[in-house]
């Protein structure tokens, strides 16, 4: 959407206040209002604190503005939000102060070495010459902690060091220190430790910035730090276990991308409050902002996925710390040539069934028939040129539990990715998804797509992860009867088949009778094997073996409620579609040299039918007794008349 402004103060609010309510495309100004303006961040409550031309602006959620009394700093003023209604503001040689909305000075001058605003904006944390002194607000007023720490001199690398960064957690005080040789270091330390002495682990590559979380589940404490490294990537850093005692911690570490991945320009590292974090840089040209969901996701697992938002260099210019994020994770940006918003909570990489954080969404619920299903991704993809990946479909036997294949089809082949790039639709045939009221199981093998910008492949969906359920349907099948239907065996089955003895054919009859009411799925009563012999392919030149099916009714025990008609088509359906993609059938030795090519035809020999009517009637033990009744009826009738005649 486009709108054109004037170029003065109401502007500035009306357009603020519009990116807050909505989230929209970026908002295009001909005289652009923001032209010197700087985020500064989003309190709790989603009042937002912006600078514009040295003075701060205050926008309230219902839309109300305010201006903060201009603080006049002899150079620069540098601005930090602090909730619930503070800020700090840093200027000349390290001085800070704070003041409140009105303007009040609420602590009037402290000096500092370093500062840091607390992961929440609810405190800040300074130091001045080893001593730290931390500021948060209780009840209106200022409470304060101060602590003198040192390193253990006993270690070579601490003899010689700087403290490059500090960070403020929820419960701990944070530091890097970089020494003579290059190497950098992290200690970790609780406000209520009972040690002042710190102790360090090696940070690799240490570059910077950094920044730093805390992440408390089930009370169990841990702290996530992320900077970006000499070599240009991202590494993230874990620590776990800091003890009280003696300042102890266990630190592990692990790069985020690939090697193929490295940023070419300022990187900046943003908090995102239960999330993780928001990192803003350019990558192969592009600019970029990925999201870590530390508190979710498991990134010490490489095949987890990065939530990736996508700037076109038209639309966006520059990379700057120009972001805040407010609480509903709604992220503002103000751009060169325009204003951005956008809703980050649709690029938030989520932990989910199909254990795939790469996957935002695939159907779960399918309707008998479906030909298609659509999966979409957290980021944009392109399709892999070398991978030859399968995507297989498997259905879950009702009274077996046994976990059968339907089709296996190749991506390349049936997959096709959307015009946004976002989503794939695979091509399935009608006969996959075949019976209702039935669990199936589709997996996926590694690198089967890729990421349109990063060039980093995919892994798949393993067995039973993504579960898709058909719902219930009634058949009626009240007037139906038996069907009859041939298929034979191809050249190469009939030769196999043809040095079976007699024996060995029945038994061949029988298994492929079983194997192929498994993968239709039907009950094994309702399939019989009446007869096979030779038949003469015009085509071909050669005989081929051929087998008459009888497809029989369901009855009030049969699982598969389907007339025989739709039992017929199919049966039909599974051996023509495997002519294009793998199916059960081509694995089993009773049905993988089944002609694929003839399918299942109807069969019209009335003698056949005859015979199957007899060997129905047979087969039906009540009209089986009535025979064997009537036979004695009629046996004692013959012998009682002969009695009779004797008589006479």
Not at 95 to 121: H, T
Request: aromatic letters at 12%; hydrophobic letters at 35%; one cysteine or more.
């Amino acid at each position: 959407m486009s709108v054109i402004f004037r170029n003065n103060t109401s502007s500035i609010i009306f357009i603020v206040l519009v990116i807050i309510l909505i989230s929209c495309p970026p908002i295009q100004t001909k005289d652009d209002p923001f032209r010197n303006a700087k985020a500064i961040g989003a309190y709790d409550d989603g009042t937002i604190l912006v600078e514009v031309k040295d003075s701060l602006r205050l926008i309230y959620p219902n839309g109300t503005p305010h201006s903060i009394p201009k603080i006049h700093c002899k150079k620069k003023c540098h601005y930090h939000l602090l909730n619930p209604n503070y800020v700090i503001i840093t200027y000349d040689n390290n001085v800070g102060m704070m003041i409140d909305w009105k303007g009040s000075k609420i602590l009037k001058r402290f000096k500092y070495d370093k500062l840091s605003i607390g992961e929440k904006n609810d405190k800040f944390l300074i130091m001045r010459h080893n001593e730290f002194t931390e500021y948060h607000i209780e009840h209106g007023k200022i409470v304060k902690i101060t602590n003198s720490l040192h390193f253990d001199k006993s270690h070579k690398e601490h003899k010689e060091h700087k403290i490059t960064e500090i960070f403020s957690l929820d419960d701990a005080w944070g530091i890097t220190i970089s020494s003579e040789k290059k190497k950098s270091f992290f200690s970790i330390i609780k406000t209520e430790s009972k040690s002042k002495t710190l102790t360090t682990e090696e940070l690799e590559d240490f570059a910077g910035p950094s920044k730093c979380i805390t992440k408390n589940k089930n009370n169990d404490i841990q702290y996530y730090c992320l900077y970006r490294t000499h070599t240009h990537r991202l590494k993230l850093v874990n620590i776990k276990n800091l003890s009280l005692n003696d300042n102890t911690f266990d630190l592990t570490s692990t790069d985020l991308f690939q090697s193929d991945i490295s940023f070419e320009t300022k990187t900046f590292i943003h908090i995102m409050p239960n999330v993780g974090f928001l990192v803003e840089a350019t990558a192969k040209l592009n600019p970029k902002y990925y999201i870590f969901n530390i508190f979710e996701i498991d990134y010490f697992d490489p095949n987890n996925a990065f939530g990736e938002w996508i700037i076109n260099n038209n639309d966006n210019d520059f990379i700057d710390d120009n972001i805040f994020i407010l609480p509903n994770n709604k992220a503002i940006q103000i751009r060169k040539n325009g204003k951005y918003v956008n809703d980050l909570s649709s690029k938030i990489p989520e932990n989910n069934q199909y254990k795939n954080t790469h996957i935002k969404s695939v159907p779960n619920n399918v309707d008998i028939g479906t030909t298609t299903l659509k999966i979409t991704f957290l980021n944009a993809i392109t399709s892999t040129t070398t991978t030859a990946a399968n995507i297989s479909i498997y259905y879950k036997n009702k009274n077996s539990n046994e976990i059968i294949l339907r089709q296996k089809l190749l991506c390349k082949k049936h997959c096709t990715i959307s015009d946004d790039d976002y989503s794939l639709t695979i091509d399935i045939p009608k006969i996959t998804f075949n019976m209702p009221n039935t669990t199936y199981y589709v997996e996926i093998d590694d690198d089967f797509v890729k990421y349109k910008y990063d060039l980093i492949t995919i892994p798949g969906i393993k067995k039973e992860n993504w579960i898709i359920n058909t719902p219930d349907y009634k058949y009626s099948n009240e007037d139906d009867k038996f069907k009859l239907g041939n298929l034979r065996l191809n050249s190469i089955g009939t030769e196999e088949f043809d040095k079976l003895s007699d024996a060995d054919k029945d038994y061949f009859s029988d298994q492929m009778r079983i194997e192929l009411s498994k993968n239709i799925p039907v009950d094994y009563s309702r399939i019989k094997i009446n007869d096979k012999k030779y038949e003469f392919d015009m085509t071909l030149g050669v005989n081929l073996y051929k087998f008459l099916i009888q497809i029989d009714p369901p009855n009030e025990y049969s699982d598969n409620k389907k007339s025989t008609k739709q039992v017929f088509e199919d049966l039909n359906s599974l051996i023509i579609t495997s002519q294009n993609l793998t199916t059960n059938l081509d694995y089993n030795n009773y049905t993988k040299n089944i002609d694929k090519d003839y399918g299942l035809k109807e069969a019209s020999d009335t003698l056949a039918e005859l015979k199957a009517s007899l060997n129905n009637f047979i087969a039906d033990r009540r009209y089986l007794i009535i025979i064997i009744v009537c036979l004695i009826l009629i046996a004692m009738l013959y012998f009682y008349g002969r009695y009779k005649n004797k008589k006479v």
